[in-house]
């Protein structure tokens, strides 16, 4: 059995998911498996798959599901301890598992780390914002904001997992705040000062690009966290606040755009979960 499973969801991506593959297979460390769930690709994802490396898992969904079951589809067919993620348009560096299963090894308690990460937008490197700095340790209340953490930087213990479910597959977008917020109550997320990612984003086959007004997925999660999850007193009222914030730019931008009854729901919302 491997140390690592390395799950690799793709759609449409055949050139950039072999990138992706190579990546691994330059790692310095050598115990891990590699599971790419091909999510109902229609150009020659199959084909450069078998061809770059025909004793990989590959996985197939007949139809589009969307990358929260393919993940899901991965972790379940894996059987390592520890799972790392990879986007298909994201790739490594060559020490970035030994790094992490290294710090796993040493910290027997961690349930989940992140590396540092380099973003590549339109070919150009980019700086992230100040927002986007990544915070280590507790990180729940920050996170509330957006999401703090990137699959492809991300490492877990598989009993995490086991813990507090896998990624939500009714979610288009906001799969991984929805995921990492429910650890991050519980757990800290710790930050290995290290870039060991490239991350590439402004291609136009990016979800979080065409999908337009994302807070209501990050609202439809924290409201059914603060129903569902044991949070202290400070993170609830931490999350109700965050929560009214985005209702009332939610709300109101869809009663500027004439879809009153859906902004009233939203700008009501804070007040129904605050009665509960």
């Not at 390395?6 to 072999?18: C, D, E, F, L």
């Not at 990460?117 to 509330?144: A, M």
């Amino acid at each position: 059995m491997a140390e690592v499973s390395v799950i690799i969801p793709t759609y449409n991506r055949a050139r950039k998911v072999a990138r992706a593959i190579a990546s691994v297979l330059y790692q310095t460390f050598p115990d891990y498996e590699i599971i790419v769930v091909d999510d109902g690709s229609r150009d020659d994802t199959a084909r450069s798959l078998h061809l770059l490396h025909p004793h990989l898992v590959h996985l197939t969904h007949k139809e589009n599901r969307g990358v929260s079951a393919a993940r899901n589809t991965g972790i379940k067919a894996s059987s390592a301890p520890l799972i790392a993620f990879l986007d298909s348009d994201d790739y490594w560096l060559p020490e970035k598992l030994a790094v992490q299963a290294a710090f796993f090894k040493a910290n027997p308690k961690a349930v989940a780390c992140q590396t540092q990460e380099r973003w590549i937008r339109r070919g150009r490197p980019v700086n992230p914002g100040k927002k986007h700095l990544k915070p280590s340790g507790l990180i729940f209340e920050p996170s509330l904001k957006l999401c703090l953490v990137s699959p492809s930087a991300a490492m877990v213990r598989r009993s995490l997992l086991d813990e507090v479910g896998l990624f939500d597959e009714t979610l288009p977008v906001c799969e991984d705040y929805d995921l990492w917020l429910r650890i991050s109550c519980r757990h800290p997320i710790h930050l290995l000062d290290r870039v060991l990612v490239i991350k590439e984003g402004g291609a136009p086959d990016q979800l979080s690009r065409s999908m337009a007004g994302m807070d209501r997925f990050r609202i439809q999660s924290m409201a059914r966290l603060l129903q569902g999850a044991r949070l202290t007193r400070a993170q609830a009222r931490a999350l109700l606040d965050e929560l009214t914030a985005k209702c009332e730019v939610y709300g109101n931008g869809c009663i500027k755009r004439n879809r009153i009854g859906e902004g009233q729901r939203y700008l009501e919302l804070p007040s129904k979960l605050r009665s509960l």
